[in-house]
């Protein structure tokens, strides 16, 4: 994970990470029809532009089981990268 606020990068193992950090990790390698079953259509989606003029595009997806959170919303750039995540 790359920091760039910070200027740091964070190296490890996903395997080992449990409860709600999971599941930002899981929607970042769920194909769409995954996605879709698990959290059906995207709440919101929309173009974004954030600090240092990075372009994004924005989506908000609410999970349709019992989740120990209400949304999750990720920010990815034009090559598919997530640059920042939110789980609310």
Do not use: C
């Amino acid at each position: 994970m790359y920091r760039p606020r910070l200027g740091t990068v964070i190296e490890g193992r996903t395997n080992s990470i449990h409860g709600r950090d999971n599941d930002v990790l899981a929607l970042l390698n769920m194909s769409p029809a995954q996605l879709r079953t698990r959290f059906g259509d995207p709440e919101d989606y929309r173009q974004e532009t954030l600090w240092g003029g990075v372009w994004t595009e924005h989506i908000k997806v609410t999970p349709k089981s019992t989740a120990s959170y209400k949304y999750i919303e990720l920010w990815m750039d034009k090559e598919g990268m997530p640059v920042q995540t939110k789980i609310g």
